[in-house]
Antibody, heavy 119, light 111 residues
Framework: QVQLVESGGGLVKPGGSLRLSCEASGFTFTDYYMSWIRQAPGKGLEWVSYISTGGTTRKYADSVKGRFTISRDNAKNSLYLQMNSLRAEDTAVYYC????????????WGQGTLVTVSS | QSVLTQPPSVSGAPGQRVTISCTGSSSNIGAGYDVHWYQHLPGTAPKLLIFINNNRPSGVPDRFSGSKSGTSASLAISGLQAEDEADYYCQSYDSSLSGYVFGTGTKVTVL
C-alpha cells in the first residue's frame, strides 16, 4: 500500500539546521509532486513547500523562503527538506505528502516528524 | 495568517447536517483554482476528504460533500456521526503567493 515515512525531526537550537527525510513506497514516485506541510502546536496546517516530479520546479511559503530547501532523489524514492537558520516559530510537526501534479491535492500524508527549535 | 478563512468551530447533534465555509479572494478560489478538503484527527495524519471541489476519494462516505461558488467553497456533513468530530481544513492555490494555502481550520463538535 502507499506509504510515506518521515524521519529526521528532533530538538535543535535557534539558528541551527536539520534535514528531514521522507521515504515513499507503494506507488510510482516519479509520477507525483511531493510536498511538505507543517502544523505548529495549537495552530492549523501550513503549506511549506512542493517539488515537481523531476525536481526542476520548487515553491516555498514566504515564511521559509531562503532558509529551507526541498529536494528529492527519485532513485531512492525519497523526499528531503533541508532547514537552515531555524527559528522558534519553525517548531511544528512536519508532514510529507504525495501531491497531485495537476490539481494540487495531497494524499496520502505521512505520520509526521516533530521539529522543536529551542535553546 | 491564512488567506482562506473558515469558522473556528461548528457543532451539531448526531444525525444533523453541518456546513463549513471557506472564504477566499480573487487570487485563489475566485481565480478559479480548485478547493480540496481534509479531515484531521489529533495525533494522526490528515486525510483527504474532498478533491477538486466536489469529488470524494474512494472510502469516503457520501455524507461528505463539497461545493464551490465565486470566492468561497463549502463542506457539508450530513447525518453527523460521533466519528466526524475532528478538525477540517480547506486548501487551494493562491496566485499572488505562488503557492498553496490552507484555510484557518474548523473544529467540528458532535453534541
Amino acid at each position: 500500500q502507499v506509504q510515506l515515512v518521515e524521519s529526521g525531526g528532533g530538538l535543535v537550537k535557534p539558528g541551527g539546521s536539520l534535514r528531514l527525510s521522507c521515504e515513499a513506497s507503494g506507488f510510482t514516485f516519479t509520477d507525483y509532486y511531493m510536498s511538505w506541510i507543517r502544523q505548529a502546536p495549537g495552530k492549523g496546517l501550513e503549506w511549506v513547500s512542493y517539488i515537481s516530479t523531476g525536481g526542476t520546479t520548487r515553491k516555498y511559503a514566504d515564511s521559509v523562503k531562503g532558509r529551507f530547501t526541498i529536494s528529492r532523489d527519485n532513485a531512492k524514492n525519497s523526499l528531503y527538506l533541508q532547514m537552515n537558520s531555524l527559528r522558534a516559530e519553525d517548531t511544528a510537526v512536519y508532514y510529507c505528502a504525495r501531491t497531485d501534479t495537476n490539481y494540487g491535492w495531497s494524499d496520502p500524508w505521512g505520520q509526521g516528524t516533530l521539529v522543536t527549535v529551542s535553546s | 495568517q491564512s488567506v482562506l478563512t473558515q469558522p473556528p468551530s461548528v457543532s451539531g447533534a448526531p444525525g444533523q447536517r453541518v456546513t463549513i465555509s471557506c472564504t477566499g479572494s480573487s487570487s485563489n478560489i475566485g481565480a478559479g483554482y480548485d478547493v480540496h478538503w481534509y479531515q484531521h484527527l489529533p495525533g494522526t495524519a490528515p486525510k483527504l476528504l474532498i478533491f477538486i471541489n466536489n469529488n470524494r476519494p474512494s472510502g469516503v462516505p457520501d455524507r461528505f460533500s463539497g461545493s464551490k461558488s465565486g470566492t468561497s467553497a463549502s463542506l457539508a456533513i450530513s447525518g453527523l456521526q460521533a466519528e466526524d468530530e475532528a478538525d477540517y481544513y480547506c486548501q487551494s492555490y493562491d496566485s499572488s503567493l505562488s503557492g498553496y494555502v490552507f484555510g484557518t481550520g474548523t473544529k467540528v463538535t458532535v453534541l
